[in-house]
């Protein structure tokens, strides 16, 4: 009988793709950040349809219009630099959506980042950018009087 190699537990198998997403969507915004059009460009999906929403803006929903937007982006050269953290991913059979925060020298955004994959690599299929909404702090508990029951 040929011994093949063992499978991981999924578990595992779940953790290392989600830290694959992690890596595709940080490196989105360090190509963004440095302005590297050739490697943003790299990074989207070229198998599936894509589709993009810059803040303010309509949607685009081809690939030549995505990359242009970006391209156009990315030659402003008062195009801010963007940090990303606050990831939260969500993985089924070949797509992920990252939801995450921009931060901007001027404030915050709130981003959705589809990816899929294409052979080994997580390629972005959506990226969608909007004002985030301004920090809340909850309000303090009430004193309820302990005298009622409700």
Not at 72 to 95: C, T, Y
Request: proline share 11%; hydrophobic share 40%; with cysteine.
């Amino acid at each position: 009988m040929a011994r093949g190699r063992i499978p991981p537990p999924a578990e595992s198998f779940e953790e290392d793709e989600q830290e694959a997403i992690l890596a595709a969507n940080r490196a989105f915004y360090v190509a963004f950040s440095s302005r590297d059009f050739e490697a943003l460009a790299e990074m989207w999906a070229t198998s599936v349809p894509v589709a993009c929403v810059h803040p303010g803006q309509p949607a685009l929903l081809d690939r030549e219009s995505v990359l242009r937007s970006w391209q156009a982006i990315l030659r402003n050269p008062n195009a801010p630099k963007a940090g990303v953290s606050d990831e939260f991913v969500i993985m089924r059979q070949g797509l992920a959506i990252v939801i995450c925060r921009e931060t901007l020298p001027g404030g915050q955004l709130l981003a959705t980042n589809g990816f899929v994959r294409e052979g080994e690599v997580w390629k972005i299929v959506h990226h969608h950018a909007a004002p985030a909404p301004p920090a809340t702090t909850p309000p303090p508990p009430q004193q309820r009087d302990r005298r009622k029951l409700h």
